[in-house]
């Protein structure tokens, strides 16, 4: 499937696009029956499962054609639609899934001498669809930052991240300024730190979309004292 990512913009009149399925030819000699259609989508709290719902997504869009099949080498152009009623006010991403779906290979009905056994495996690809309005901007913040110990006595800082603006927010760049707090809650300012957390890939992989949160776990910052803190995030501003 090419792009993998398509993004629309029904604000400037981009609410179309084309999207390519091709079979690769490989080994294969039989054909390949794909449906594809649009899901909502929605990232795990720790940024490592994608999850797709089955709700009214699909009806803001017009997949054409939505059932396709393909010999090897054959590709296909598919035309993806916004027909959304409301242009929604903050960036939102959704599923494009094609599912390949089970085709007889001709001999099912053929008489057999002896016992047989079949393993049909199916591919799944799945796209990312974009609806952007104009202006949009991430606005995220740390919701809040706690103290979690792993098995072995480490301290980690375990931030949730909020993202409160219209746009998506990228975790590239990210810089966690970290202070500590006295016996009172009151931050001790000097004794505060700005450092940039190494995050794993699939911490790091999947943005934080307008309206979501993320919890990140990282590595307690050196310098701070192993208690109370309050905690802000910068990002590297996109060129």
Avoid at 168 to 180: D, E, N, W
Wanted: glycine share 8%.
């Amino acid at each position: 499937m090419t792009p993998l990512i398509t993004i629309l913009e029904p604000s400037t009149g981009n609410t179309s696009a084309e999207v390519v399925v091709q079979y690769e030819q490989g080994d294969a000699k039989v054909p390949l029956a794909i449906e594809l259609k649009v899901k909502g989508r929605e990232i795990s709290l720790d940024g490592s499962k994608v999850n797709y719902l089955e709700d009214k997504s699909v009806d803001n869009f017009v997949v054409y054609p939505s059932q396709i099949v393909l010999m090897p080498g054959e590709a296909q152009r598919v035309q993806v639609k916004w027909v959304g009623e409301t242009l929604p006010n903050k960036e939102i991403t959704y599923g494009l899934i094609a599912d390949q779906a089970p085709v007889k290979l001709g001999d099912e009905d053929k008489p057999r001498t002896k016992a047989e056994g079949r393993v049909n495996i199916l591919t799944r690809y799945e796209g990312i669809i974009v609806v952007r309005p104009a202006g949009v901007r991430p606005n995220t913040i740390v919701d809040s930052a706690g103290l979690k110990k792993d098995s072995a006595g480490v301290a980690h800082l375990v931030l949730l991240l909020k993202n409160t603006g219209t746009g998506m927010q990228k975790l590239s760049g990210m810089k966690v300024r970290v202070t500590p707090l006295d016996s009172h809650g009151k931050i001790i300012p000097e004794k505060s730190t700005t450092f940039a957390p190494k995050l794993r890939s699939e911490q790091s992989q999947h943005s934080i979309f307008a309206g979501f949160t993320r919890k990140l776990d990282v590595p307690w910052p050196a310098g701070i004292p192993v208690g109370p803190v309050r905690a802000a995030v910068e990002f590297a501003k996109e060129k």
